[in-house]
């Protein structure tokens, strides 16, 4: 039997496998499904300072092989995450990764001080989202950007940094590099890739957002290309995301370059999707005789 | 506790021109079904995501649900025949609230389905009144099931080419004029229900309304599938699959 043990960014876990934020909620809906303590570990629905009600609906259409979602970050808030949500997923022995996302420079500053001393074990922040007017994608989409928002948090905090990168940019590689140096001590990536539907009967676009973040195996191959163009750039490990739908996909994922696997729309569609990846990958690792998953990481041999 | 099953099709009746009734073997997601629920369908691997399609009714460990064909997801479904096997999630959602007393049943067009479960469940105490409102005598389902079930049935169509001609409202207006009633439930077009919740509370009977919204996970996980309600007086983003689809009219922002 392999060993699917990760040491990420000085954080134990017992997988490679953790739930994609904004799909998984807070976990209680898939808890009712299977053991939580399952999983690798698990990135909550992205928070803000305040509450916010997110945008208005549709919020997702449909694509071939993916979907796009305008939610807008409708969260109950950190402090509402704090004393509500944080002691149920606590029950579980996972890893809990916090995203986190803002208006500004100082409300990532202080929703990173207030996730500090063990309200979560990794800070995710997002510079990414494409759903929001001010903040996420604006700061990630610039050097400059997410160095003064990754700055300003590991500023507050001593719990590991991981910044998400977005994939609306032209030279993933640079931004990955600024936030390594601005000191992040891991990336995740990617966020949703910004995209449009329209109802041509109506002439109207089908999100009420009018945009949206494309997510699922459509960006399946956007997403390694990624992981695999930033990991040759930085010494931090990555968090692979985007389209992984199975243990061959997780194993891809790794091979370009990350530590860990994020599933997120996958679940949508089989509730039970984080489970038989890890799963898959193991069956891999014991017929391929590797003797642990983390051997997979970055070992791809380009031509 | 709602979950995946792989059901087996026992049945495949096509209703009208684009409406098919499909029935399916599954024990585990009957027993525990309530009227106003509804089922997670995986259509084919053509199509990413799950469709959601009320319960129509529940009969031993037999569930049918009746759809119309919209576009591929549906369009595969109706492809299906006896013998094959769909992936469902379910039974999701929370559905009607069945208090002692008259009841009026609602159901607009291919909302009418869920309305048959809620009827059967509301005749197991009290006495039921069903309308249902369709486009034109084509488009009119389950018009037997209906009329087995309930005390009293109403049958309106647009054009007037089967039953009276005129909305749902109509019928109702007059019940609720001259009848005691306890509860109005319903399921259908927006615009319909907004105008029924609308009577119900001229009349102060408590009314339910199933909402539609396209859906994500299904399960509450995503907030994909929200609607706008007013609790307590202020407004909040409701998930359909989770805290609805049924809701007291009287929350919803319509
Ligand atoms: C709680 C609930 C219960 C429903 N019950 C029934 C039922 O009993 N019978 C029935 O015929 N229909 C029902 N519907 C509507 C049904 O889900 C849609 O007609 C169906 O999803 C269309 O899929 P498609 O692939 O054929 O169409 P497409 O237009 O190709 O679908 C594209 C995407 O949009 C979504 N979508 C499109 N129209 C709707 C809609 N009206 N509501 C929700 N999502 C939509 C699809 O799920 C899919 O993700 C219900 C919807 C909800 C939310
Ligand atoms: C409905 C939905 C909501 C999301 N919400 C967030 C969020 O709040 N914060 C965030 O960083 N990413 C969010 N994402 C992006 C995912 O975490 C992930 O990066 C992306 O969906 C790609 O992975 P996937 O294809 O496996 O879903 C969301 C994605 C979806 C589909
Ligand atoms: S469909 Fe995901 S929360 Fe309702």
């Known amino acids: 039997m392999a060993d699917l043990k990760i040491n990420f960014a000085g954080v134990e876990l017992k997988n490679p496998i953790v739930t994609a934020s904004g799909t998984f909620g807070f976990g209680r809906e898939y808890g009712e499904y299977y053991d939580l303590s399952k999983l690798g570990g698990i990135c909550v629905k992205g928070l803000t300072a305040k509450p916010r009600e997110g945008n208005l609906p549709p919020r997702i259409a449909e694509t071939p092989g993916g979907m796009l979602n305008s939610v807008g970050l409708q969260n109950p808030g950190i402090d509402a995450f704090i004393t509500d949500e944080l002691p149920f997923l606590r029950e579980f022995d996972t890893v809990i990764i916090a995203n986190i996302s803002g208006n500004t420079v100082e409300e990532y500053a202080e929703m990173a001080e207030k996730l500090s001393g063990g309200n979560a074990d990794i800070i995710e922040v997002n510079v990414s989202c494409p759903n929001v007017k001010a903040g996420g994608m604006a700061f990630g989409t610039s050097t400059e950007g997410v160095t003064a928002v990754t700055k300003a948090v590991r500023e507050k905090t001593k719990t590991p940094v991981m910044v998400k990168l977005s994939p609306n940019v032209t030279d993933i590689a640079s931004i990955a590099k600024a936030a390594e140096d601005a000191g992040a001590d891991a990336l995740s990536l990617i966020n949703t890739l910004l995209g449009m539907r329209i109802d041509i009967q109506t002439r109207k676009p089908i999100l009420n957002n009018n945009v949206g973040g494309l997510s699922g195996p459509a960006v399946f191959p956007v997403a390694v290309r990624m992981v695999w163009q930033a990991a040759l750039q930085v010494k931090i490990p990555i968090l692979g995301m985007g389209g992984v739908e199975s243990g061959s996909d997780a194993v891809e994922m790794m091979l370009a370059g990350a530590s860990l696997v994020g599933v997120g729309t996958a679940c949508f569609h089989n509730p039970y999707a984080p489970l038989d990846i890890i799963v898959q990958v193991e069956q891999y690792l014991d017929k391929k005789g590797i003797g642990s998953a983390k051997e997979l990481t970055g070992k791809v041999e380009p031509v | ?254």
């Not at chain 2, 299906?80 to 559905?95: A, E, F, H, K, R």
Request: charged share 20%.
């Open chain 2, 1 to 254: 506790m709602p979950n995946l099953f792989d059901c087996n099709i026992t049945e495949n009746i096509r209703l009208t021109n684009s409406v098919y009734s499909i029935a399916v073997d599954c024990e585990s997601i009957a027993a525990e079904s309530a009227p106003g629920q509804f089922l997670h369908i995986k259509c084919g691997d053509r199509v990413l995501l799950r469709r959601p399609i009320s319960i129509c009714n529940v009969s031993g460990g037999v569930l049918r649900i009746v759809f119309e064909v919209k576009g591929e997801g549906t369009k595969w479904l109706s492809l299906q025949q006896t013998g094959d096997v769909l992936s469902i999630l379910g039974p999701l959602g929370n559905g009607f609230t069945f208090l002692k007393g008259n009841v009026i049943v609602v159901g607009g067009g291919i909302g009418s389905p869920p309305m048959l479960y809620a009827a059967e469940r509301a005749k197991e105490n009290a006495a039921v009144t069903a309308i249902l409102g369709f486009r034109s005598a084509d488009d009119v389902i389950l018009k037997d099931n209906f009329e087995s079930v309930c005390d009293e049935f109403h049958l309106m169509t647009d054009d007037g080419s089967a039953g009276e001609r005129g909305s749902v409202i109509l019928p109702l207006e007059n019940l609720l004029k001259n009848g005691e009633y306890d509860a109005v439930l319903s399921c259908g077009p927006h615009k319909m229900q907004e105008a029924v919740a609308k009577l119900a509370a001229e009349f102060n009977v408590p009314c339910q309304v199933s909402l539609e919204e396209r859906m994500g996970c299904g399960v509450g996980a995503c907030l994909v599938c929200v609607c706008a309600t007013m609790p307590d007086g202020t407004m909040k983003m409701s998930r359909v699959c989770a805290d609805g689809p049924v809701y007291d009219a009287r929350e919803v922002f319509f």
